[in-house]
């Protein structure tokens, strides 16, 4: 598919097949993540490719127990990742550096777009990712199990493999004019936002009502709008958000990103 038409079609897979990933072919993807730009092409990011049940098992429990873990053959965790750079600058006894926010900002802006051109080649060769945003919540965890040296902080994951379900509808966005800005920000009223959330929100609500037993859940939480939902405890709480946030600190403390 032309890679326009096959952006505009980007589906997220959450059920896989078991069959494996060939070697070459997920070398041959990876490879494509390491051609993406990267910041002064220092390439400050990794990936550690988990494959092994065992390995996955863990995952699976880090992961908030999200079954496609399990399932597909292989989850790749994304790293920023100054920690080979540093050993480098060392080698060769130049200054020492990016052991601080920055360093950890410029290898995570590297990791996520080498990710994105993982998934695009993917899904090309008719894979299908799904992204893990848990990755952040149980970093901390995350590192440990994969022996993570310090200047090394997992930001994001694919879960990677064959699709085994219908390929789903492309998933609702909002109106071009909500994220569009020409030349300054330009905050919008309530009723702009209004009007641009609507279709989304109708087709969001729609797709919940579509979940089996997820109607029942909302209605047990009391939540009526797609708004409620992100901010409840199903979704996004701020409890969860504070706590993680507070341990990411902690974590880019402890790896020496602070
Ligand atoms: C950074 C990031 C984290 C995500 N984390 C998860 C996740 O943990 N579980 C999940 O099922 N989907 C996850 N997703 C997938 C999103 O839910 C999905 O991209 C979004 O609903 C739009 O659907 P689409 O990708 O099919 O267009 C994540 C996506 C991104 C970009």
Same mark, same amino acid.
């Given at each position: 598919?032309?890679? $326009?038409?096959?952006?505009?079609?980007?589906?997220?897979?959450? &059920?896989?097949?078991?069959?494996?990933?060939?070697?070459?072919?997920? @070398?041959?993807?990876?490879?494509?993540?390491?051609?993406?730009?990267?910041?002064?092409?220092?390439?400050?990011?990794?990936?550690? $490719?988990? @494959?092994?049940?065992?390995?996955?098992?863990?995952?699976?429990?880090?992961?908030?127990?999200?079954?496609?873990?399990?399932?597909?053959?292989?989850?790749?965790?994304?790293?920023?990742?100054?920690?080979?750079? @540093?050993?480098?600058?060392?080698?060769?006894?130049?200054?020492?550096?990016?052991?601080?926010?920055?360093?950890?900002?410029?290898?995570?802006?590297?990791?996520?777009?080498?990710?994105?051109?993982?998934?695009?080649?993917?899904?090309?060769?008719?894979?299908?990712?799904?992204?893990?945003?848990?990755?952040?919540?149980?970093?901390?965890?995350?590192?440990?199990?994969?022996?993570?040296?310090?200047?090394?902080?997992?930001?994001?994951?694919?879960?990677?493999?064959?699709?085994?379900?219908?390929?789903?509808?492309?998933?609702?966005?909002?109106?071009?004019?909500?994220?569009?800005?020409?030349?300054?920000?330009?905050?919008?009223?309530?009723?702009?936002?209004?009007?641009?959330? &609507?279709?989304?929100?109708?087709?969001?609500?729609? &797709?919940?009502? &579509?979940?089996?037993?997820?109607?029942?859940?909302?209605?047990?939480?009391?939540?009526?709008?797609?708004?409620?939902?992100?901010?409840?405890?199903?979704?996004?709480?701020?409890?969860?958000?504070?706590?993680?946030?507070?341990?990411?600190?902690?974590?880019?403390?402890?790896?020496?990103?602070?």
């Amino acid at each position: 598919m032309e890679i $326009i038409e096959h952006l505009k079609n980007h589906k997220s897979i959450r &059920r896989f097949k078991s069959d494996p990933i060939e070697d070459t072919l997920l @070398r041959d993807l990876i490879y494509c993540g390491q051609r993406a730009s990267s910041s002064g092409n220092m390439q400050s990011w990794s990936v550690v $490719i988990s @494959r092994e049940h065992a390995s996955r098992e863990k995952l699976y429990e880090l992961h908030s127990r999200q079954k496609m873990i399990l399932q597909a053959p292989v989850v790749l965790t994304f790293c920023s990742d100054f920690y080979r750079i @540093r050993r480098w600058l060392k080698i060769h006894q130049a200054k020492g550096s990016f052991d601080d926010f920055l360093g950890f900002l410029t290898g995570m802006a590297d990791a996520v777009i080498a990710a994105q051109n993982v998934a695009v080649a993917a899904e090309s060769r008719g894979l299908g990712i799904c992204y893990m945003g848990t990755t952040l919540w149980a970093s901390d965890k995350i590192s440990e199990h994969l022996n993570l040296p310090e200047n090394v902080v997992p930001v994001t994951s694919l879960v990677v493999g064959y699709p085994d379900e219908e390929i789903p509808e492309v998933r609702a966005r909002l109106p071009m004019d909500a994220i569009i800005h020409e030349e300054t920000y330009h905050p919008k009223t309530d009723q702009e936002i209004t009007d641009l959330y &609507r279709e989304f929100e109708k087709q969001t609500w729609t &797709r919940y009502s &579509r979940i089996p037993g997820m109607q029942d859940k909302l209605n047990e939480a009391g939540i009526t709008s797609v708004a409620h939902y992100y901010t409840s405890d199903m979704k996004y709480s701020k409890t969860l958000h504070q706590q993680v946030s507070e341990m990411f600190v902690e974590l880019l403390r402890s790896k020496q990103f602070m």
